[in-house]
């Protein structure tokens, strides 16, 4: 038996296909005993959008001085998420500061789209020249 099956639902009559097909699946492991967990939600963000995070990224980190202080682009990945998902600070356990929740990788691609154009804004408004999508860094 398969382990795992994914499937990509884009409209409705696709889906209903696609849900109809998985229920074999789901049956047949049923009938063996096996229990199943059955999610549904937004895509995940893309792989291409994940290279042109890092990118934007890594740009604005060789650009932009942040109250003196030069972040690497993890950093601001961090400063980032924190401004769209209006995320916490909390104490550290042994002094400074944790940002909660800053996670990219389960964000959908909405989401990710949103952070992106967050970057490209501030981009915009402190003088960062994007590299073209996809071209190495150093120019």
């Known amino acids: 038996m398969v382990?795992?099956?994914?499937?990509?639902?884009?409209?409705?009559?696709q889906a209903h296909k696609a849900i109809t097909?998985?229920?074999?699946?789901?049956?047949?492991?049923?009938?063996?005993?096996?229990?199943?967990?059955?999610?549904?939600?937004?895509e995940k963000r893309s792989d291409a959008q994940n290279r042109r995070l890092w990118s934007m990224l890594t740009d604005i980190s060789e650009q932009v001085d942040w109250y003196g202080n030069k972040l690497s682009p993890a950093e601001w990945k961090d400063v980032f998420t924190a401004a769209?998902?209006?995320?916490?600070?909390?104490?550290?356990?042994?002094?400074?500061?944790?940002?909660?929740?800053?996670?990219?990788?389960q964000m959908t691609k909405k989401e990710m789209s949103d952070l992106q154009q967050l970057m490209e804004a501030f981009g915009a408004e402190h003088g960062v020249a994007f590299r073209a999508y996809g071209e190495e860094p150093g120019r």
């Not at 382990?3 to 009559?13: D, G």
């Not at 229920?23 to 049923?30: E, V």
């Not at 769209?84 to 929740?101: A, E, Q, S």
């Open 3 to 13: 382990e795992r099956v994914t499937l990509s639902l884009f409209e409705p009559t």
């Open 21 to 42: 097909h998985a229920w074999t699946h789901a049956k047949a492991w049923l009938m063996a005993g096996h229990r199943l967990t059955l999610e549904i939600r937004p």
């Open 84 to 105: 769209i998902r209006r995320t916490k600070v909390v104490p550290g356990l042994d002094g400074g500061f944790v940002v909660c929740g800053q996670s990219t990788s």
